[in-house]
């Protein structure tokens, strides 16, 4: 049975072929995406205390959250590029964290 | 049946909890970290061409599928710390994406 | 004689200080809008061939040096709070690079 | 008589110079390389409060210092491959600011 990351990997695949947008996004310009998405997703946060970052108010929410959205499609779509399965790569990174960052 | 993503997530939590990292996660420093994260994936590919991204060789591969990761993890922590679902999230932000970029 | 970046240093935080903008300018937070700018400035380039970077149009090269400015607005800012010389650093940085990229 | 920025401008250009790196200094990879500059100084702000980022240590302080010297270089290397002057670039954005956000 597919993972949510696989479906959501296919429909985005399905948008970008739609809209023929395959032929940019070679994996340098998606990182690059990948990285203008999160500056937007940060640009929020700026001017905030860590506490006021706690509490947003529901209009900033919402735009937090749509970016929030950006990122984590381009990450797919880099993913996708590469052939890379994110779930896999997330365990896998975690087994290493937790060498390098032995709980107490 | 909980997704890929709430089972990340969880495990991702318990890592944090374990080491008492909860206290340093505001969002506000939860997303200069992510931004952090796609930086380091960012510098494997600033001096390669747009093919020479599609193109990686193993040693390179394999640090971005890592760095890669650390962006995922850092995302579903930011997504947790705000109470987000970003399986929503992304099909709610790919509807507004279908309004305004029409497929041709 | 003050050069130049001493001047556009004045400048710089007469402005902010008119707006009484110093209490948001934690170097935390300057350095996360510093990210912003360069993730503004980096929205140019990002679907671009390198050569197709080395030839903007005069358009897109207006908003380029727009961004530009505002990078090394933040960054004088940044410099302004923390009471760091510029150039000295530059200066400093560029003998530590001279060990570490030895010229062929 | 040369300014600041143009004298650290020959110095930065004759360092790349001696090293062949202008190949690689397209103007998209530069950017690329800034924000990858822009991200080791946030990397020292990710975990402090506002507060405690106006109070570093003199470790912390002297790798910020070689951090911003880092995103300082790359930025005048840019300005350099696209023949853009820094200092009138700073001067005509503060004209705009000044109308975007009036004085009170």
Redesign the interface.
């Known amino acids: 049975m597919p993972?949510?990351?696989d479906e959501?990997t296919s429909?985005?695949r399905a948008?970008a072929q739609?809209?023929?947008w395959h032929r940019?996004h070679?994996?340098?310009?998606l990182?690059?995406?990948?990285?203008?998405e999160?500056?937007?997703?940060?640009?929020n946060?700026?001017?905030?205390?860590?506490?006021?970052?706690?509490a947003?108010d529901p209009v900033a929410?919402s735009g937090?959250?749509?970016e929030?959205?950006?990122?984590?499609?381009y990450?797919l779509e880099?993913?996708d590029?590469?052939g890379?399965d994110?779930?896999a790569?997330?365990?896998?990174?975690?087994v290493?964290?937790?060498v390098k960052?032995p709980?107490?």
């Open positions: 993972g949510d990351l959501l429909e985005i948008f739609a809209r023929d940019y070679a994996p340098k310009n990182v690059m995406a990948l990285s203008v999160v500056a937007e997703l940060m640009e946060f700026q001017w905030l205390t860590n506490e006021e970052s706690d947003l929410r937090v959250i749509d929030m959205a950006d990122v984590q499609v990450l880099l993913a590029r590469l890379v994110m779930v790569a997330v365990r896998q990174k975690m290493k964290n937790a960052y709980a107490p």
